[in-house]
């Protein structure tokens, strides 16, 4: 499938990575943001050994898993040699000042980390039971990868993986998070966590084509972050369906004849727009697997300004179609092998932003709903998650006048605004048989952006 | 007790409110950050009628609580008539769909907000047995009073009060709550909620002196903000036990003797630093109520050059004493009597801060320590909570160069730095007979920076 496309970098990036433009960056002490690896199939998980820091038995399970993986593994660092990545097993930490030795050999190591490189630690998530001192190493594992996601440069990120409940440090769910940390498929995710709550299904996926045979509806796809979504999940193997409304059916007839998928010119708010997708699914394939909420629509004002039909078009395209919608697919034998449901929020739903109460309040209540449908998904041995993109680069944001654009798309980590396929690879890694385990996530896809609650 | 100090504002905030300065600021439309109202014993709570909206009973019962502190109600927004809080009442909430009506008429009302104003929501907090709609409705509060925090102006906040588990929408615990964040002692908190997860204790406190005859013990009390903490729990009526290293001694001296309370050499750190400060506090008034760690150093340093000596006494002193500490206070039958502790925590510690690796683990450590130690004091009717400041205008931080002063404090929606008291407000807050029933809670005070996950 050719849907891969050429990745853009806005051309402040382009011009402060080459020439000139790279000497005179420096001299300036201006930003200058990576050109960051994006992932294609077939090309190495890392560029370069992979050093596992830690000396519990989950360490050494970790390790034998990136050698099964065909990973060039370290359990110490080599003088002078550049790794790839870091990986830091924390598993059995019950007071925080364990934390001193691996940390220090972590720092050790930073020196000699190649571009693009990955930090992904693995501990546990802290728990209503757990002691007061093993809460508090546990979660200082939070503070500390924030902090260094905000200290590495030249593309590379600082990630982690919660184990929630009694999950085994080398249990699928988990070695999936960490696969996709270390990838670069999670290329503009910076500073976050996955919790992996649940061992999750130890098949072995296909990692170039996870998704094989799966069928998944797209809303929102005709354009932008949706048509990103819909090739991505094309890529690696689905059967997609795009959906937008009548207006855009040219470009998303366009959009599903290149990924070899199908249209649906739908309404989502209409009350048959769940029957609908059901009835389009079970005719063409007779199954639903994944369904990838995106379509939503932003109707700025200020709330002293705001009118009815602003606060009311907004709540129902982003939030009110996803629940009624999400009522139809749970009640349908259709939609019932381990399903996946990937809802679009934003870090505004996250961090509120000026001029933006209606979108906030659909964009946090879907966060609501991720968790309460979890439950739910379960107990057909699904999965519901979010994704919480910051400044992505398209066409929307292009519109934004230079100044503020400029501004906006370097307040993260990494300097830079992501790319609509940033968000798509995280749907794709939710959407994937590996991630069963991982339920009720809500994962930034934002370079580690400033704004925060 | 004179205790209370002229609150200083920065030069700029002077500067813009006065005279030319703030015509100049306003043509060159450079921000403009208003002088906050400060609390003061016998100041009235709010300044003009406070407007109640919703239509549930709740609402109702709101009103009334309200009336009983001789506040002047309004059910329905006075044409011109100017108020100085919006309270918005959405304990009924069960759909997104019902946010529309009184989310427009406060959003009608805010034109008529005075400077200093406030608004506060009151709704349940979304649990995981809520149904996707409830849930996503629940959730979809926390976008909106974030959002609303950022478009406020002229000194005005809005922060929730989330009622947990089965909290009466007029529970002592929430109505606490509820009159923290209409007073002027949460004047830098902005944008935040506080959870009441449990009704609390049905006794009237004395508004003006809350924490009259409870004993607390200060930790770094000698400057700064612990300095401001044991003013104002001494100006709330405690007897306070300030604590300091032998190094600060006279400071720590003058201090207690201006609050009539009674100084404690002692590093934190040692193994006897909890046994000691039980045995002052039981010679000299037979018990300990309140117990503020407030103690706590940086050494900042990139995790790539990090040292042992660094990382290691930042973890001492700012988790690891405080895990101690706490353990000889909850053995102690002097620890008895409705207890509360509560912790500095810092923003860095949620967010994470670039060269602060050792600083963002102690603190996020505590966070996670407030947490797991929050069902310890429930046993004996007590509370455990924890203050996260954000920039806050001391000794320390005028040593940060003027530029990235003058950015950092400018980085929240009140676009300034706060002061010592009101990190001391929230924690003398937390520590009332009123708060009782408001646990394990993580409290930014800082202006809604910015910064966050």
Redesign the interface.
Same mark, same amino acid.
Request: no cysteine.
């Given at each position: 499938m050719a849907a891969q496309r050429k990745v853009r970098s806005d051309k402040y990036t382009e011009l402060v990575n080459a020439g000139l433009g790279r000497d005179l960056a420096k001299r300036l002490g201006l930003p200058q943001p990576a050109v960051l690896r994006r992932w294609t199939p077939g090309a190495p998980l890392v560029q370069g050994p992979i050093l596992v820091v830690g000396h519990s038995d989950g360490a050494d399970a970790v390790a034998t898993a990136l050698l099964s993986w065909g990973q060039d593994v370290r359990r110490h660092a080599t003088p002078k040699e550049k790794v790839g990545a870091v990986v830091l097993v924390l598993d059995e930490l019950a007071h925080?000042?364990q /934390?001193?030795g691996p #940390? #220090?050999e !972590? @720092?050790?190591a #930073?020196?000699d980390l190649n571009r693009n490189g990955r930090v992904v630690s693995i501990s546990r998530q802290?728990g209503?039971?757990? =002691? $007061?001192?093993?809460?508090?190493?546990? &979660?200082? !594992?939070? +503070?500390?990868?924030? %902090? /260094?996601?905000?200290?590495l440069r030249a593309g590379a990120t600082a990630n982690g993986v919660l184990l929630g409940g009694g999950t085994a440090v080398n249990a699928p769910s988990a070695l999936s998070a960490l696969r996709f940390f270390l990838s670069a498929r999670s290329a503009f995710v910076d +500073?976050q966590f996955l919790t992996a709550s649940s061992d999750g299904s130890p098949a072995t996926p296909d990692w170039d084509r996870p998704l094989d045979a799966r069928v998944a509806v797209v809303t929102g796809a005709a354009r932008g972050i949706g048509a990103a979504i819909a090739r991505t999940l094309a890529r690696d193997g689905a059967k997609v369906i795009a959906v937008d409304v009548p207006a855009a059916g040219d470009r998303l007839a366009a959009v599903a004849n290149e990924i070899h998928g199908t249209a649906l010119q739908l309404d989502i708010t209409a009350t048959e727009a769940g029957a609908r997708i059901l009835d389009h699914a079970a005719q063409r394939h007779g199954r639903l697997d994944i369904v990838v909420h995106n379509a939503g629509i932003t109707r700025d004002r200020?709330?002293? &300004?705001?009118? $009815?039909a602003r606060?009311?078009s907004v *709540?129902a395209v982003n939030? +009110?179609a996803q #629940?009624r919608m &999400?009522q139809a697919f749970l009640a349908s034998s259709h939609f019932a092998d381990h399903p996946r449901i990937i809802s679009v929020s934003s870090t505004? @739903?996250?961090? +509120? &932003?000026? @001029?933006?109460?209606n979108? =906030? =309040? %659909?964009?946090? @209540? !879907? *966060?609501?709903?991720v968790?309460?449908?979890a439950? /739910?998904l379960a107990e057909r041995g699904g999965t519901v998650n979010a994704v919480a993109p910051g400044f992505i680069e398209t066409a929307m944001t292009a519109k934004i006048p230079f100044a503020t654009r400029e501004v906006a798309r370097r307040l993260n980590s990494l300097q830079q605004g992501g790319q609509p396929e940033d968000v798509a690879e995280a749907i794709a890694y939710f959407a994937s048989e590996a991630s069963a385990g991982v339920t009720a996530n809500i994962l930034?896809v934002c370079g580690q952006n /400033? !704004?925060?609650?």
């Open positions: 925080p000042d /934390l001193s #940390l #220090l !972590v @720092g050790a #930073l020196r802290p209503a039971g757990d =002691a $007061p001192e093993t809460a508090a190493a546990r &979660n200082a !594992v939070d +503070g500390i990868m924030r %902090s /260094l996601a905000k200290e +500073g200020l709330l002293a &300004n705001m009118d $009815p606060w009311d *709540i939030i +009110g #629940l &999400n505004s @739903g996250i961090a +509120g &932003n000026r @001029g933006q109460t979108y =906030a =309040a %659909s964009k946090a @209540g !879907v *966060i609501g709903m968790r309460s449908t439950p /739910l930034r /400033l !704004v925060g609650q």
